[in-house]
């Protein structure tokens, strides 16, 4: 059977899926992945929510008899499709297939550095965390940080027991043996099927190796599942950075190493309390506040230039020292090898390169300088053209109105097969989209006042059950302080909980309002009435200050583009789908989007947002809403 016969009435999926409905648009799908795998070719599929695009190409590649690379977005995806999807298919379709799935080394437990952890006894809480992950340590089989649940996300112990491709030790590790990561990639190497994330492949392919660069030449197939943040992915690991958290690891490593292998050299402490004094004035020269700026124009201040040019001396005359000290065992070789790395990196951001852009971002107490390639088309497809395999790009936003022009180009795809799938859902009779009357221009001082008086109507009109998101935190925390004087349900604030919590607390609530920015436009699937309204202020452009978006709209304007119509406005489409897309997530799905921005009826670009939305019934009025909401 073809992978459509088997998504059909007559299939096994019908058998054991209670309710099983075949769905035209998913068989569609199947048929074009498992052609596009047979003829070696590049296809992009935009898949609408509810067509079933998981399986519309899991099953052509469990079919295929090939060797298959699947990427994801998130880890949130990438367990899923390996612990849920994968072993239903597999068990259903009766195949016999080795599967692995494969993180990035930060998500698995180094042994090596978890002996050598270096915890304040002082500091009781990550005491307990380091005790939980020894006991855990005994006892796991993959070494996956996600298993330990007690641990936060951003917990701090966790840099202090992974590893990084700058300080693992390789084969002079003395538990290299019983590696984690080495297993892994050897499991993915041994495996037909690896689903890894977009952030691992792109290291790979960048030749950043963090994790299994030498799984990549043998695979017939990769297929990426959210596919739409491939573009700036990519753009991150074509880049170079290097920042003070790197630096000061560094650091801490260095004074490791001392005292297990080099307790004689103290000159090396020396030297690396210098290069921690320049990290340190380097970031007080760059000014106290949190930003993200040019490189170039700080460069030419006298301050910064003299900060600059004392880390890079710092670094030159430490890796000068540990030349003299690298027979001394693996710990000094790896620390050679990532202070030669270093200061290469730092050299190149005083030879600048016109085909990339140069920016930092500053912390309260850090920085990270950042060296971005104006374009990753060329690059990209050059690293496609090194592997003789078919290549499946999908998403539920690729296209901008029916055109697929913006994503292709950025990836420099330029001749694929395209297609482009609606959502099956029944939007025009379980769904509303609603441009409020009466709001001021989104560049108006009180515009977030406004939104928030036009949002606690509706709010009660839905009974909470709803999404805020906004396209700024400075907009997010001022319409949390006044709502949660101001309304009676349960508010979920990003930043004030771990995400994962904050979207359990929200769905266990029944009636709460969850306002979120960034990571809370995408990614996030709450089927049923928890989530019933979405409520946006303003269309997502990105900032127009944003030293590395102007960067490419001049380079843009200097080949004779147009940056607003080719670049801010097709990235602001697919960011406005994803946003919306947050509401409908099943066939019994029922709500109301509200998008607070005027520009959607003042300006000329309000129909290419519109035209590429789900076809919505359209109204201004509350009244409306209420009705809705009541039937």
Request: negative net charge; charged residues 25%; glycine residues 6%.
């Amino acid at each position: 059977m073809s992978a459509s016969d088997l998504l059909g009435a007559e299939g096994p999926l019908a058998k054991v899926i209670e309710g099983y409905a075949p769905r035209d648009a998913q068989q569609q799908m199947a048929e074009a992945v498992e052609k596009a795998i047979e003829d070696i070719d590049v296809l992009v599929v935009e898949a609408g929510t509810g067509v079933g695009k998981t399986y519309a190409y899991l099953i052509p590649a469990i079919l295929s008899g090939q060797k298959v690379i699947i990427s994801t977005g998130t880890r949130t995806l990438q367990d899923q499709l390996y612990h849920r999807d994968l072993p239903m298919l597999l068990k259903t379709l009766g195949v016999p297939l080795k599967r692995a799935l494969l993180k990035g080394r930060s998500n698995y437990l180094c042994l090596h550095r978890m002996g050598i952890a270096d915890v304040h006894h002082r500091d009781r809480e990550q005491s307990e965390q380091l005790a939980e992950i020894k006991r855990w340590s005994r006892e796991t089989i993959h070494g996956d940080m996600a298993e330990v649940t007690l641990l936060p996300e951003n917990a701090p112990i966790l840099p202090k027991v992974t590893s990084t491709a700058d300080n693992c030790l390789g084969v002079d590790c003395e538990f290299y043996n019983d590696c984690h990561v080495v297993k892994a990639r050897r499991e993915a190497q041994e495996a037909d099927l690896v689903v890894v994330n977009h952030h691992l492949f792109m290291a790979d392919m960048a030749l950043k190796q963090d994790g299994f660069g030498e799984v990549l030449p043998t695979a017939n197939a990769f297929i990426f599942d959210e596919a739409h943040q491939l573009p700036e992915v990519a753009s991150l690991f074509f880049g170079q950075a290097v920042g003070s958290r790197q630096l000061l690891e560094f650091v801490k490593d260095i004074r490791a190493v001392y005292h297990t292998e080099i307790s004689e050299a103290d000159s090396l402490i020396d030297l690396s309390s210098r290069l921690e004094m320049s990290v340190r004035d380097f970031r007080l020269s760059l000014g106290a506040k949190e930003q993200r700026q040019a490189w170039q124009p700080l460069l030419s201040q006298a301050d910064v230039r003299h900060r600059f040019a004392d880390l890079a001396a710092a670094m030159s005359t430490l890796r000068a020292e540990l030349v003299e000290w690298e027979e001394q065992g693996p710990g000094v070789e790896n620390l050679l090898k990532r202070c030669t790395e270093f200061e290469q990196r730092l050299t190149l951001f005083d030879h600048l390169d016109e085909d990339y852009i140069y920016w930092l971002e500053t912390t309260r107490l850090g920085f990270v300088l950042n060296m971005t390639p104006l374009s990753v088309a060329k690059t990209f497809r050059a690293h496609m053209s090194r592997y003789e395999a078919s290549w499946v790009f999908t998403s539920a936003t690729l296209a901008v109105g029916e055109q697929f022009h913006h994503f292709t180009q950025s990836l420099g795809l330029w001749e694929p097969r395209t297609l482009r799938l609606e959502s099956p859902f029944d939007y025009a009779n379980n769904s509303i989209i609603c441009l409020p009357e009466n709001l001021p221009e989104p560049s108006a001082f009180h515009f977030t006042d406004a939104v928030v008086d036009a949002a606690k109507p509706i709010l009660q009109a839905s009974r909470g059950r709803a999404f805020m998101l906004f396209t700024s935190y400075r907009a997010l925390n001022h319409a949390a302080e006044r709502l949660k004087s101001e309304v009676a349900f349960p508010l979920f604030v990003q930043g004030e909980a771990p995400r994962t919590q904050l979207l359990d607390d929200f769905r266990e609530s029944g009636d709460g309002v969850l306002l979120g920015t960034s990571s809370f436009w995408e990614g996030v699937d709450i089927k049923g009435e928890a989530l019933s309204c979405v409520i946006i202020d303003k269309l997502p452009f990105a900032a127009p200050n944003d030293p590395v978006l102007q960067a490419r709209m001049d380079a843009m304007k200097e080949q004779g583009q147009n940056p607003f119509m080719d670049y801010q406005l097709p990235n602001a489409v697919i960011a406005l789908k994803q946003g919306v897309g947050r509401l409908i997530r099943d066939v019994h799905d029922r709500g109301v989007v509200v998008i607070c921005d005027v520009r959607l009826k003042t300006k000329f670009y309000g129909k290419r947002f519109t035209n590429s939305l789900p076809p919505m019934k359209r109204t201004r009025k509350l009244s409306d809403i209420q009705q809705f909401f009541a039937k």
